[in-house]
């Protein structure tokens, strides 16, 4: 189980606005540490699409926004199109009496209808 | 090009012990950390640890502490990533990723291809 809570799947049709969200806790999100958000194409290495909350790497498009409050996180895609059909993770800190460092979410697998 | 260049798949059995690579070309290598993350068939992301190539200054989840060695050598921009007794759970595709400071915390800007990784007796 994750430290991070992402839905499994969401799914849209082209053109549409899907959101996927990440739910965390006082010891990570809500502590203030950052949230970062990457995309994984089938097959392929993990992208980074957000980073610190809300900024953009250069070469993503606009399209692609993050935002933070509390203990979640979201991330909204707009204008759905089929090549954003993929899996998008969060990420963060946690720090806890376990131990500390970096933790992902589970995953959320975008379908694009 | 800024890239990493990680080694190719290895086919292993319970027990043999592995190294895997990361090279990193087109930045500089020792400014930047170098994180492992593991891919288990089907399943997410999971940190593994964290090493800054300058110093060698290495941080490993508390779930892969004990397990795996990090490690780099910065005279060849590479970091490695080792077992010393595989287990079949191991098997996984392997992610070395840059690791860029954020305000407390990393995120990864930019990541090699993978290793697969396959335990099999």
């Known amino acids: 189980q994750s430290v991070l809570t992402q839905p499994p799947s969401v799914s849209g049709a082209p053109g549409q606005r899907v959101t996927i969200s990440c739910t965390g806790s006082s010891s990570n999100i809500g502590a203030g540490y950052d949230v970062h958000w990457y995309q994984q194409l089938p097959g392929t290495a993990p992208k980074l699409l957000i980073y610190g909350n809300s900024n953009r790497p250069s070469g993503v498009p606009d399209r692609f926004s993050g935002s933070k409050s509390g203990t979640s996180a979201s991330l909204a895609i707009t204008g759905l199109q089929a090549e954003d059909e993929a899996d998008y993770y969060c990420q963060s800190y946690d720090s806890s009496l376990s131990g500390s460092g970096v933790v992902f979410g589970g995953g959320t697998k975008l379908t694009v209808l | 090009e800024v890239q990493l260049v990680q080694s190719g798949a290895e086919v292993k059995k319970p027990g043999e012990s592995l190294k895997i690579s990361c090279k990193g070309s087109g930045y500089s290598f020792t400014s930047y950390w170098i994180g492992w993350v593991r891919q288990m068939p089907g399943k997410g992301l999971e940190w593994m640890g964290i090493?800054?190539?300058?110093?060698?200054?290495?941080r490993y989840s508390p779930s892969f502490q004990g397990q795996v060695t990090i490690s780099a050598d910065k005279s060849i921009s590479t970091a490695y990533l080792q077992w010393s007794s595989l287990k079949a759970s191991d098997t996984a595709m392997y992610y070395c990723a840059r690791g860029e400071m954020a305000t407390r915390d990393w995120y990864f800007d930019l990541w090699g291809r993978g290793t697969l990784v396959t335990v099999s007796s």
């Open positions: 090493i800054y190539p300058g110093d060698s200054d290495t």
